[in-house]
């Protein structure tokens, strides 16, 4: 569906509006470990609910951020072949348990008139994994945000994560992995390109 694509996100909130959301989700936390039977007065657990609250704003972080404003820095340069940025480490939260799910990206696209700084690819990454998420999504984010800010020839981009709902809970699989794969243009259509991709990701 289109909206699931949609990088429209709130915009960042006032210095206000962040600390009452932190005060407001720290207060649920301190209901939560309640609610398991836990004292969260005693000393170990009298800072978790903050704690907590300032750990979602960082891993969420993404949430507050636009594509466009992450792959700011182009060159005017023309490149025939592709540029591959492999083994990008990302770590996201799984929108169904708010677990993290984590691994590697790997990012290809074929220039046009322009390439852009190799962190903004990192960061483009940063970008889509730091929300709640699916994988499937994200990797679909991360390819048509190239495709739609760029406007390279090709680009693509395969996702290999662990998620630790399927690891640490529920069917308990740990070491499985789920790959999923986001091509545009060029990358979209030849066979032969995605093979010399995979070839030169070693996968
Ligand atoms: N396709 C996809 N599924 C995901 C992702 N992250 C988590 N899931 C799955 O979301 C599903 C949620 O299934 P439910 O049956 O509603 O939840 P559950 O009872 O906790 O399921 P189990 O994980 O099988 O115990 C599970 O199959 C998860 O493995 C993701 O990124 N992509």
């Known amino acids: ?6 990088y429209t996100n709130p915009a960042p909130a006032a210095d206000t509006e962040t600390d009452d959301r932190r005060a407001a989700i720290a207060y649920h936390v301190r209901e939560i470990l309640r609610l398991l039977g836990e004292d969260p007065t005693r000393e170990g657990l ?11 704003e960082e891993m969420l ?4 951020m636009q594509p466009e404003d992450v792959l700011t820095t182009t060159f005017a340069e023309r490149a025939e072949g592709p540029v591959i940025v492999s083994d990008i480490t990302f770590y996201s939260l799984c929108e169904h348990h708010l677990v993290p799910f984590f691994g590697q990206a790997h990012v290809a696209y074929l220039p046009g008139d322009r390439i852009v700084g190799i962190s903004k690819v990192a960061r483009l990454v ?26 390279p020839r090709g680009v693509i981009a395969l996702v290999e994560a662990e998620h630790t709902c399927m690891c640490a809970r529920g069917v308990r699989k740990p070491g499985s992995r789920t790959t999923t794969l986001a091509a545009r243009g060029l990358y979209a259509t030849d066979p032969g390109l995605r093979d010399e991709f995979l070839r030169l990701i070693r996968r």
Do not use: C, N
Not at 46 to 56: G, H, N, Q, S, W
Not at 140 to 151: F, S, Y
């Open 126 to 151: 940063d970008a889509f994994s730091r929300r709640l998420q699916v994988q499937e999504r994200m990797t679909e984010q991360i390819a048509q945000a190239m495709d739609e800010v760029l406007r």
């Open 46 to 56: 009298l800072d978790t609910p903050v704690r907590v609250a300032k750990m979602y």
């Open 61 to 64: 972080e993404g949430m507050w």
């Open 1 to 6: 569906m289109a909206h699931e694509l949609s």
